[in-house]
């Protein structure tokens, strides 16, 4: 499966963006779904996954509250709404595609990676 993520860009701390992520091919809901982000200098972190039908999700603990990750499995989409953004949150952001829960895959045993998006978020 091929990822295109979109959505990335620049706000002020407090303020929301979307991303999406759209992926190529028939096959979209056989994937549990993620975004990761990497921030400079630091390890990829999980952010959030959700599972293949969408009836259940995770959250990093550092984004609990504020961030959500809805899919559209008729649209071969996920999304990540982030809502309250803080300077913190500012990385590259990147949706994933695997056939095991992402919570359980590493970052370095990921199945697919979308291109990066930049997310700059300033106080």
């Known amino acids: 499966v091929q990822l295109q993520a979109s959505g990335g860009g620049s706000v002020q701390a407090g303020g929301s963006l979307r991303l999406s992520c759209t992926a190529s091919g028939h096959t979209f809901n056989m994937y549990f779904m993620g975004w990761f982000r990497q921030a400079p200098g630091k390890e990829r972190e999980l952010v959030a996954g959700i599972t293949r039908s969408g009836g259940s999700t995770y959250y990093a603990d550092s984004v609990k509250g504020r961030f959500t990750i809805p899919r559209d499995n008729a649209r071969n989409t996920v999304s990540l709404q982030m809502n309250s953004l803080k300077p913190e949150d500012t990385a590259v952001y990147y949706c994933?595609?695997?056939?095991?829960?992402?919570?359980?895959?590493?970052?370095?045993?990921?199945?697919?990676w979308g291109q990066g998006t930049l997310v700059t978020v300033s106080s």
């Open positions: 994933a595609a695997d056939d095991l829960p992402i919570p359980k895959v590493t970052a370095d045993r990921v199945d697919y």
